[in-house]
């Protein structure tokens, strides 16, 4: 009995020892892309040294299951780039398509064919309908208020492939990835928050400009190009109504001061002059104005 009793003291007693817990250990191989096979042979040989995992009973339906995880997995994230690739192949494929149009085709104005380029004798151009000039990549119209500007591009061209700058005093405007159609210091100053852009069916940009000074009229859309002859404009007249009284009278003054000048007649401000002097000769003909001339 008494060693019956010690037995059980003993194996009463609690463990004071325990087995530590197994260290990881490294593994290292390369993969190739054209034999993962070979790879996979690796880990499992490797596996089957450090672990007893191929032991298992269950082992092949644990391998299948980490086996379609991983599958799901590269299908979700397929279903997840593909449309995103799909739209870069799109996009860069549009921009080649545009780039083909630049080479193929000119970029010019329309215009009537029967209207050719004219130049006065002062060497300026005659403006078109619209008060400004077309040019061979690209038109302007003006009033005194605004200046819109035309710039033909390939059919197809989206907003997104445009680059337009618009400064106080500069314009730049054209294709990503081609050169500037338009880029110079413009005639006057504009007020960039008050100008806009936008594509006109797939096949021109449409530029409106807000002129700082509203009483001139515009010689060209950037300097360095041709210039019109101011003297020919011709307003709607129309639109002068639209006017608030001191604007449109200042108008019709310049409009009548443009057509003496083109005529070789006095501007109304000389006129005015010349009715001053009219007037004083005629309260003093004392005085001996043989020597004066009317300006």
């Known amino acids: 009995m008494?060693?019956?009793?010690?037995?059980?003291?003993?194996?009463?007693?609690?463990?004071t020892s325990s087995s530590p817990p197994p260290k990881p250990v490294s593994f290292t191989a390369s993969l190739d892309p054209s034999n993962p096979v070979a790879f996979l042979e690796k880990v499992f040989d490797f596996v089957a040294k450090e672990s007893d995992f191929l032991a298992k009973e269950?082992?092949?339906?644990e391998i299948a299951a980490i086996v379609?995880?991983?599958?799901?997995?590269?299908?979700?994230?397929?279903e997840m780039v593909a449309p995103k690739v799909e739209a870069k192949k799109k996009e860069v494929k549009e921009e080649k398509e545009i780039k083909k149009e630049v080479k193929k085709e000119p970029m010019e104005v329309d215009?009537?064919?029967?209207?050719k380029e004219e130049e006065t004798s002062s060497g300026f151009r005659v403006p078109n309908k619209g008060n400004g000039l077309d040019l061979e990549k690209y038109s302007w119209t003006q009033t005194l208020q605004e200046v819109t500007v035309n710039v033909p591009v390939p059919g197809g061209t989206r907003s997104r492939f445009v680059v337009c700058e618009i400064k106080k005093n500069h314009l730049k405007v054209g294709l990503k990835g081609q050169p500037p159609i338009i880029d110079g210091e413009l005639f006057q100053a504009v007020k960039p928050d008050d100008c806009y852009w936008s594509i006109e069916d797939n096949r021109s940009i449409s530029i409106l400009l807000t002129k700082h000074n509203q009483m001139e009229w515009w010689k060209?859309?950037?300097?360095?190009?041709?210039e019109i002859d101011t003297q020919k404009v011709e307003p709607?007249?129309?639109?002068?109504?639209?006017l608030d009284p001191e604007t449109r009278q200042t108008v019709e003054k310049m409009m009548f001061d443009q057509r003496q000048k083109a005529m070789g007649l006095p501007t109304s401000d000389e006129l005015q002059k010349q009715e001053i002097l009219k007037k004083f000769m005629s309260e003093h003909p004392?005085?001996?104005f043989s020597k004066a001339k009317l300006m």
Do not use: C, Q
């Open 2 to 15: 008494a060693i019956i009793s010690e037995f059980e003291e003993e194996e009463a007693k609690p463990s």
């Open 58 to 61: 269950n082992v092949g339906k």
């Open 68 to 78: 379609r995880v991983a599958k799901e997995k590269s299908k979700k994230n397929d």
């Open 111 to 115: 215009r009537k064919e029967d209207k």
């Open 220 to 226: 060209s859309l950037v300097k360095g190009d041709p």
């Open 236 to 242: 709607e007249n129309s639109k002068l109504s639209d």
């Open 286 to 288: 004392e005085m001996d």
